[in-house]
């Protein structure tokens, strides 16, 4: 998929975004299952609200982890959700 900066993520309808205290992360419910989402896997998805374009998105990671250069990172873990189905382009 060709990630645009300016798509704005929202989190499909079959999948569901929460935080499990028993796994102490944040996870991607679906009607067949869950996946554990790595710490900063979680930090993208709590952003992708259906609201914030990819661009604001990489830049408040940035800002709220005082890093730089999160672009890079920040598109290949979108590019996973998009292609798992988690996450589309909100029409």
Known sequence: MN???????E???TFRLQWEEVQDCYVVL?????????GSAGEIMKRIN???A???IIKDLETTFSENNLED???K????AYD???IRNKK
């Open 3 to 9: 990630i645009n900066k300016a798509d704005i993520p």
């Open 30 to 38: 679906y009607p067949e299952g869950m996946v554990k989402l790595s």
């Open 50 to 52: 259906g609201e914030q």
């Open 84 to 86: 798992t189905g988690w």
């Open 73 to 75: 990172d920040v598109i």
């Open 77 to 80: 873990f979108l590019e996973v």
């Open 11 to 13: 989190v499909a309808p």
């Open 54 to 56: 990819i661009d604001s």
